[in-house]
Nanobody
Framework: QVQLVESGGGLVQAGASLRLSCAAS????????MGWFRQAPGKEREFVAA????????YYANSVKGRFTISRDNAKNTVYLQMNSLKPEDTAVYYC?????????????????WGQGTQVTVSS
């Protein structure tokens, strides 16, 4: 069984930065790609960023490209999301997820394990 635990969310002002962390249990973390998704109130869950198992490839939603950076430390079983220049529209619950062996990085159905989420609130 895989468990994913997010941390690092909070309330910040527009323009600030936050770094989210997602700690994974299990010995196979380094074999899987990982992703971050977010869900704002009244909206569907949307893709934010993803990273390949090796960290060599990264993928971003257009809305966060140039502001957010995804990274991973396989020795620590942890994936990160560095969020800079935050905007009020970034307000959401952020979830990390483990991608299945294969599948489209951008689609939530490609991911089989999910964390409980961490709240990010950006005030204007």
């Amino acid at each position: 069984q895989v468990q994913l635990v997010e941390s690092g969310g909070g309330l910040v002002q527009a323009g600030a930065s936050l770094r989210l962390s997602c700690a994974a249990s299990g010995r196979t973390f380094s074999s899987y790609a990982m992703g971050w998704f977010r869900q704002a109130p009244g909206k569907e869950r949307e893709f934010v960023a993803a990273i390949s198992w090796s960290g060599d490839s990264t993928y971003y939603a257009n809305s966060v490209k140039g502001r957010f950076t995804i990274s991973r430390d396989n020795a620590k079983n942890t994936v990160y999301l560095q969020m800079n220049s935050l905007k009020p529209e970034d307000t959401a619950v952020y979830y990390c997820a483990r991608r299945r062996i294969s599948g489209n990085y951008y689609l939530s159905r490609s991911y089989d394990y999910w964390g409980q989420g961490t709240q990010v609130t950006v005030s204007s």
